[in-house]
């Protein structure tokens, strides 16, 4: 009975949001559309049309439509939020929140570690998802440490002084951005064990798979751009997948 107070108006409510998802039939034509322009028609006669037409004007840049769905996700994540009345299923929505200031996090690390002058208008989503970051800062940072302490006021500090060491001895970003991604899923391991024991298992799975396209990503990532040792590699596995932990990693 308490399971069926808590989601019961969430559940009508998300029940409604699912007219938004696009058709297989749709999704091929998007696929096989010519151009950009093409694109924006199909998506005209979807229920993403308004979003397309803020942008309809004159020539649309993938970037644009590619920032402007983004957006619209993170709405969709704050709406689902706000319709929960329990503290530990409002926590773990608003967390899930935290992959696109990561994402955001992790193009603003590759460009301060190469020197890379950027505007950030082409890559910062908003500037607040879940936590105030002042990416600006971090771009003039002069050392990993001064970044670390740009972040002081998010989980995302932790990652980085765990990977600071691996990162002056490879020079590369790619192992601060696998940081940032370990203590990502790892914080959402632990708010899935504070769930109900149903929702607890079902949340379980469902994470577990997304952990084990991670690590393909990751390892395929490692093998082909920086060829790294067997060890090396399953160092780099996030613990917590469905099928890919390191023994199979490994073999």
Request: hydrophobic share 40%.
């Amino acid at each position: 009975m308490l399971d069926l107070t808590k989601y019961s108006f969430v559940n009508s409510k998300i029940r409604a949001m699912l007219s938004y998802l696009l058709s297989p039939d749709c999704l091929s034509r998007l696929v096989q559309a010519r151009d950009i322009n093409e694109m924006t028609d199909i998506l005209k006669g979807t229920a993403y049309k308004g979003i397309v037409e803020r942008l309809d004007r004159g020539h649309v840049e993938l970037e644009n439509l590619e920032k402007e769905f983004i957006e619209e996700d993170l709405r969709v994540y704050r709406k689902v939020c706000d319709m929960f009345s329990t503290k530990d299923e409002k926590s773990f929505v608003c967390q899930l929140m935290e992959r696109y200031e990561i994402e955001e996090l992790k193009v603003i690390l590759r460009a301060w570690h190469k020197k890379v002058a950027i505007d950030l208008n082409d890559y910062i989503i908003s500037n607040k998802i879940n936590y105030a970051i002042d990416f600006k800062k971090i771009l003039s940072a002069q050392s990993i440490e001064e970044v670390i302490v740009l972040l002081d006021h998010t989980p995302y500090k932790q990652s980085l002084i765990e990977a600071r060491e691996k990162f002056k001895e490879r020079n590369s970003s790619f192992y601060l951005e696998v940081a940032l991604d370990k203590g990502y899923y790892e914080r959402l391991l632990l708010a899935i064990n504070k769930l109900a024991p149903a929702d607890k298992k079902v949340a379980r799975k469902l994470l577990g798979v997304e952990i084990d396209i991670e690590n393909i990503n990751s390892l395929i990532r490692l093998r082909k751009y920086y060829s790294s040792s067997a060890a090396l590699m399953i160092d780099v596995v996030i613990p917590g997948g469905e099928k890919i932990d390191k023994d199979n990693a490994e073999k």
